[in-house]
């Protein structure tokens, strides 16, 4: 016994040595990919030596003789910081994930390679400016010097993540930029996922009317009637509209969930409006949320003076940040910039469709997908006149499309000659807010609202391509039409001065929230959905709540926590059941929701992390609204899987009948607003018991709103995963300033999924007291120290310097990199 206890002993011991052995060598191989900010390197491509200093955030500085310089510093910086984050965008632009994540990522592949991003961004490259083209040149020329010093030094592959994944490092090119930008446009767009929505709930109820409920217009002048999609789409089935959506795999794809295409703050005060009498401006872009975030601070020193912001890694440009002369920010301004077309298929010759002038051949070109162990696929990718033809799996389009037929799409980032990246180039040298809005003619796609500053004017102007729609067009844009019809085929682009202008207004304050911004009749309009009809009525409060404002005011702003939608829904849907229920026992559901009830009453809105009341609102309304709408739309309910405030108030307050939605169509009796008000609280205590298991008191609804900075690859690996994923307790909701939109996808509907990965403050009358944020930190490096090092700080609301002051970025920096020519 005394020897196989032995035995078991040395065996015991070994395989722990074995296993610490392991560990270490994996350290060791990870490890060394750890940038080393502090050395001196020789480099092919630049015109003299450069510096780049990281200040304590590790925020790279950098200080070129020449913009070319500049530029292949940026390049090289992220590289050291983001290799992988840059190849999996560059591989997600050109379709070519299969080839490292298997038969998983294929789907995506497909509508990349059929939506022909990569190659459109490489046609796009020979139309920017010369400076533009000689910053995607000098910049691509920073990333593969990275790439060739991790090669000759063997730095680990450059990031750990390239021992798991076999991925080869070719050059960086200038086309690989223009494509990334290509990528952000499609994870911003959501007028696609809106138009099957709108279509398939169309098809759905039985009552048309009520689809003026459900997806209800904006407050404002209304739009004409719009014809049922089942007389635009003869063939259509109102029986597959009903089904349940195939379950999705998200993994990897640029495709956004309806409702998380894009959002955002901005705005901007006037000297007249401002206590220190310079202009002020805030921003801060939403997207989803991953770990590493999306956004990477940086300064550079142009000939035309410093600028520090935001940029994408990948992308040689500050997106949002400031010059010494100019202060920019970004939100997205939802223009209608897609539309979805049927397309009739020849019965006699399926590779024709109709058109005006009778049948037309596809223009057809093959392609060959590479698949990580399987066979690789082949598939034809085909266009029309409108468009590129869609997979029928995109937004289960197979649903809404009669038999014979195919769905293009019209969208005004296919283009061949999209000069973004010239505008963005363009803006960093802007010298004031006039000659910045006429340098974003160029842009083209994403469409953003611009707010802008200069030292004594604000503005903000809708940037990007507006497509010029006929009047007589069949569903105006909001529903498929039939692509053979002249009528609802795009005819150009409107003039850029069409586009809304907002300078130097007599309030002395502009702003955006995604909220509507105009409000013109087809086809002059800009879009028929919007991103926020709640948000804007506090920001409007805020701002119109104070004569002058500060920087700090407008830290507060960004901050905010108070949800109008909760402050208006709340006296509606409870006014029957507050005060007016009976004594009940201890442990009943009746004295449950009384005490629910009470703390709802007390409640002023604040969706703070450390109250319960914001999980019980949040928990209440989700189940109100399923309840609503589930027994007309069946599985289709599913879809709507956030709140849709305008429906619900609607609904209570009966507006053009709405009520009758809480008539139970399947049931005997006729159930009443107040009933399903009860029910569906009801239905929360049941959830909230069943997930938490506290009492109501002890709720903390940060505990189910984490903000979700997962590893978009490593994310769910087993124990891995504790390391390379970042949670937070955040406050904030969907619809609150301080917006943290929620998944909304059962078993954890509430997580923290889409937010401002980047907020920045500039104050014009003391420009380096301006402060910024990102939501990670800057090294994509999971044992880096500065993997997550800005998370708490952005979590509990604070920033760090937003200075071009070169001694304080030296001072305490992390480390000094001099690029010297060879």
């Known amino acids: 016994m005394r020897l196989v206890f032995r035995w078991l002993l040395r065996l015991a011991t070994l395989a722990i040595l074995l296993a610490v052995i392991g560990v270490g060598l994996v350290y060791y191989l990870a490890s060394r990919s750890l940038p080393d ?135 960086w090119q200038p086309a690989d930029s223009l494509a990334v930008i290509k990528v952000m446009a499609l994870q911003l767009s959501g007028h696609l996922s809106e138009e099957v ?23 404002g002048d209304g739009v004409a009637a719009l014809p049922e999609y089942a007389a635009l789409a003869p063939g259509a089935s109102r029986t597959a509209a009903l089904e349940p959506v195939p379950e999705r795999d998200g993994f990897l794809s640029p495709l956004p969930e309806r409702g998380l295409a894009g959002a955002s703050n901005a705005w901007a005060a006037a000297p007249s409006r401002s206590a220190s009498g310079g202009t002020l401006l805030a921003g801060d872009p939403h997207l989803g949320f991953t770990a590493p975030s999306i956004w990477y601070l940086a300064r550079m020193q142009l000939t035309a003076g410093g600028v520090i912001g935001g940029t994408i890694p990948g992308i040689p440009a500050i997106m949002v940040g400031r010059s010494e002369q100019l202060g920019w920010a970004i939100t997205s301004s939802y223009l209608d910039d897609q539309d979805l077309h049927l397309e009739e298929l020849n019965p006699d010759d399926p590779q024709q469709y109709r058109t005006p002038d009778g049948w037309k051949e596809f223009r057809t070109r093959r392609s060959i997908i590479e698949i990580k162990d399987a ?6 990718m085909r266009w029309t006149d409108n468009g590129p033809v869609l997979p029928g799996s995109v937004y289960d389009l197979g649903a809404i499309t009669p038999q014979g037929h195919v769905m293009s799409l019209s969208w005004t980032a296919l283009s061949g000659r999209d000069t973004s990246m010239s505008a ?29 500053i200069d030292d004594e004017t604000v503005a ?17 844009g909001r529903l498929p039409s039939p692509g053979w019809v002249e009528a609802n085929r795009w005819q150009g682009r409107l003039p850029y001065d069409q586009n809304p202008e907002f300078v130097a207004p007599a309030g002395g304050v502009v702003g955006n929230t995604n909220n509507k911004v105009i409000d013109r009749p087809f086809p002059r309009h800009m879009s028929h959905e919007w991103g926020d009809s709640q948000r804007v009525m506090r920001w409007r ?28 829904l709340l006296p509606l849907i409870g006014a029957d059941l507050w005060f007016t229920g009976e004594a009940a026992a201890e442990g009943t559901p009746e004295r449950r929701r009384a005490e629910a009830l009470s703390l709802l009453a007390d409640w002023n809105g604040e969706m703070n992390e450390h109250m319960p009341e914001p ?24 879809e709507y899987d956030h709140v849709q405030p305008l429906f619900i108030e609607r609904v209570f307050r009966d507006v053009s009948g709405a009520s009758a939605w809480c008539n139970v169509i399947r049931s005997s009796r006729d159930e009443t607003c107040t009933d399903i008000a009860r029910l569906a609280l009801d239905d929360a205590l049941v959830w909230i018991d069943e997930t938490y298991g506290t009492a109501l008191e002890s709720l903390r609804w940060g505990n189910a709103h984490q903000a979700t900075h997962d590893h978009p690859v490593l994310g769910d690996v087993p124990v891995l995963r504790y390391f390379v994923n970042i949670r937070q307790s955040t406050s904030g909701g969907d619809h609150t300033l301080q917006r943290g939109r929620t998944s909304g996808q059962d078993p954890e509907p509430f997580l923290n999924v889409h937010g401002a990965g980047y907020r920045g403050v500039y104050d014009f009358a003391d420009p380096d007291s301006s ?33 071009l002051d070169p001694e304080l970025a030296r001072a305490a920096a992390v480390g000094v990199t001099r690029l010297t020519a060879k």
């Open 37 to 171: 900010y502090s050395k001196t390197l020789r480099v092919d491509g630049i015109t003299a030596d450069l510096e780049i200093v990281r200040d304590n955030s590790n925020v790279p500085h950098i200080f070129a003789r020449s913009d070319r310089d500049a530029y292949f510093g940026l390049g090289y910086t992220h590289a050291q910081d983001r290799l992988w984050q840059m190849m999996l965008l560059r591989r997600t632009a050109q379709g070519r994930l299969s080839e490292l994540f298997g038969s998983r990522t294929v789907d995506t592949d497909t509508l990349i390679r059929r939506l022909d991003l990569y190659n459109l961004a490489r046609a796009s490259v020979e139309h920017q400016t010369p400076e533009t083209l000689d910053a995607l040149e000098a910049y691509a020329a920073g990333v593969n010097a990275r790439i060739d010093e991790i090669n000759r030094r063997s730095l680990g592959r450059g990031a750990p993540e390239f021992f798991l994944f076999d991925a080869r490092l070719p050059p």
């Open 197 to 219: 929505l709108r279509a398939r709930t169309s098809l759905a109820l039985e009552d048309e009317d009520k689809l003026a409920d459900i997806l209800p217009d904006i407050p």
């Open 375 to 380: 066979q690789p696929i082949t598939i034809t």
């Open 424 to 452: 963005a180039v363009g803006l960093m040298g802007a010298q004031d807010v006039r000659s910045a809005i006429e340098l974003s003619e160029a842009y083209v796609a994403p469409s953003q609202n611009l707010t802008l």
């Open 460 to 476: 903000m102007k809708t940037i990007g391509t507006m497509p010029r729609r006929d009047p007589g067009h069949q569903s105006r």
């Open 541 to 568: 409060a805020m701002m119109q709540g104070r004569e002058v404002h500060t920087r700090d005011s407008f830290i507060e702003a960004q901050l905010d926590t108070v949800s109008p939608a909760a402050r208006t």
């Open 615 to 638: 999980l019980i609102y949040a928990a209440w309304l989700r189940a109100l609204q399923d309840r609503l709408i589930r027994d007309e739309l069946g599985p289709l309910a599913d």
């Open 771 to 803: 402060v910024f944020i990102n939501s990670t930190g800057q090294s994509g490096h999971f044992l880096s120290r500065h993997y997550d090092d800005l998370g708490q700080l952005w979590r509990r609301g604070e920033y760090i310097p937003m200075s």
